[in-house]
């Protein structure tokens, strides 16, 4: 069994969801596997990772404003030393996930026809995120 790890920098500049499956996929394509998994993990804990729709537009800002309604930023937080964004930016974090697994097939990311990778950044400024992608499987 082949295993590959590539660290990957996103910069987000601002709250909102940034799809990254081309660069995830540049990393499959970089390992040799042609059938086996990819981990993909933020490492961070006030961005997540998200799987979802890549067409419509309307599915992102509709997942900001439900969000956004589920977890304000106006409540009395204690943690507030990095800002009124922070605490909020921490739950939903917690709601969401750190790291997802893709199957690879025939050396192609096994997503939906309408399916994207894309970092969620919780917090309102711009932030370099980092992440770890491990592949591993056969070549």
Not at 6 to 11: C, D, E, G, I, R
Not at 19 to 28: N, R
Not at 62 to 82: C, G, Q, W
Request: hydrophobic fraction near 35%.
């Amino acid at each position: 069994m082949r295993q590959y790890q590539a660290t990957l920098k996103v910069s987000t500049p601002d709250k909102s969801l940034h799809l990254i499956t081309s660069e995830i996929q540049s990393v499959v394509r970089d390992s040799g596997v042609n059938i086996g998994l990819c981990v993909v993990y933020i490492c961070h804990t006030s961005a997540s990772l998200l799987i979802q729709e890549n067409a419509d537009p309307d599915v992102l800002a509709d997942l900001e404003m439900f969000f956004s309604k589920l977890v304000p930023e106006s409540l009395p937080y204690r943690h507030a030393n990095e800002g009124s964004d922070d605490m909020p930016a921490h739950i939903r974090s917690a709601l969401t996930k750190t790291s997802e697994t893709i199957p690879i097939v025939h050396g192609q990311l096994g997503l939906g026809l309408w399916q994207g990778i894309y970092v969620w950044e919780h917090r309102t400024h711009h932030h370099q995120r980092e992440l770890i992608i491990h592949v591993m499987g056969e070549p």
